[in-house]
């Protein structure tokens, strides 16, 4: 299933149109909150997405994608009339997989999206995420959550914690730590070890 918000009737019932007689299953959306609706019932393979659209832009769209654990792995293709070497890398660097400038033919659009697709099925399958009863971690956005609640870390104090969720059946350490998060030995009087575990404890209640 691929996903398509757009505003204009014109270029959304068009792309539907082809995806759907090119072998693919397309849905397309006027409103982001539609969007919304669809996405909270199924989780599409990809998602076409325009920039200027009513209610939330589609950079914001893509920023709440890629910060939710269920949707940060669907491929997403902004298509927007905004072609400026300025907007393509703010989206890209925003997580977009691919951009297209409108007015852009069919056939280049089938392309780009077979070939985000091929992308995603070959993305090797690593865990970013991590749990320990209420404790949740998520490595690649660098996301700490206690029964749902974010919690703010340093960078070290992630790394910490992030060695500790990562080896839970192991026990880990202090020269470990030393080595793995700050990368050198430290003497023996250091406390910043102990520092970082009673900050993390503080934070983590």
Do not use: C
């Not at 082809?18 to 397309?26: D, T, W």
């Not at 909150?33 to 939330?56: G, N």
């Not at 995603?120 to 209420?134: K, M």
Request: charged residues 20%; negative net charge; hydrophobic residues 45%.
């Amino acid at each position: 299933m691929i996903y398509l918000v757009e505003d204009d009737a014109s270029i959304r019932e068009l792309v539907v149109y082809a995806l759907n007689n090119s072998g693919f299953q397309a849905v397309g959306f006027d409103t982001p909150s539609a969007f919304w609706q669809a996405l909270a019932k199924q989780t599409p393979e990809l998602i076409l997405l325009d920039i200027m659209l009513p209610e939330e832009d589609g950079l914001q769209i893509l920023k709440s994608l890629r910060s939710t654990p269920s949707t940060v792995y669907i491929p997403v293709i902004m298509l927007t009339a905004k072609e400026t070497e300025y907007d393509k890398v703010t989206g890209l660097d925003a997580g977009a997989d691919d951009y297209i400038a409108k007015p852009f033919g069919i056939m280049e659009l089938m392309a780009r999206i077979r070939a985000a697709l091929r992308h995603s099925v070959t993305l090797p399958q690593v865990t970013h995420e991590h749990t320990f009863g209420p404790l949740y971690l998520n490595s690649m956005r660098h996301h700490v959550a206690v029964n749902g609640r974010e919690v703010v870390l340093t960078l070290k104090e992630f790394q910490v914690l992030e060695l500790l969720m990562t080896h839970q059946d192991a026990v880990v350490t202090r020269e470990q730590l030393l080595g793995t998060v700050w990368g050198y030995e430290l003497d023996g009087a250091s406390r910043t070890v102990d520092v970082h575990i009673r900050t993390l404890r503080q934070k983590l209640e």
